[in-house]
């Protein structure tokens, strides 16, 4: 099992920066992909960025060039810098885990983000 704290999440006005972070634990070294998703109200949860374990990373479209993501090996840890913000990009957002094993996936309990005009 993995399990998945995200922090860093808060207020902020429009063009301002926040930077999330997702420590993971448990079976860290089963971990292929971790993620970062994000669900405004009334919206469906959509994908922002992923990181693989070699490094790999994908941003959404509509997001590069303000966020982008990293990892810490050593801190086991993801973060997602956010910035020139934007009050669109108010939501709660998830760092989400695929790992070898059963279920194979796992979630954080979501952390919230609100940008101001």
């Known amino acids: 099992q993995v399990q998945l704290v995200e922090s860093g999440g808060g207020s902020v006005q429009a063009g301002g920066s926040l930077r999330l972070s997702c420590a993971a634990s448990?079976?860290?070294?089963?971990?292929?992909?971790m993620a970062w998703y994000r669900q405004a109200p009334g919206k469906q949860r959509e994908l922002v960025a992923s990181?693989?374990?070699?490094?790999?990373?994908v941003v959404a479209n509509s997001l590069k060039g303000r966020f982008t993501i990293a990892r810490d090996n050593a801190k086991n840890t993801v973060y997602l810098q956010m910035n020139s913000l934007k009050p669109e990009d108010t939501a709660v957002y998830y760092c989400?885990?695929?790992?070898?094993?059963?279920?194979?996936?796992?979630w954080g309990q979501g952390t919230q983000v609100t940008v101001s005009s």
């Open positions: 990181i693989t374990n070699g490094g790999s990373t």
């Open positions: 989400h885990a695929l790992w070898r094993g059963v279920p194979g996936l796992s």
């Open positions: 448990g079976s860290i070294f089963s971990i292929n992909v």
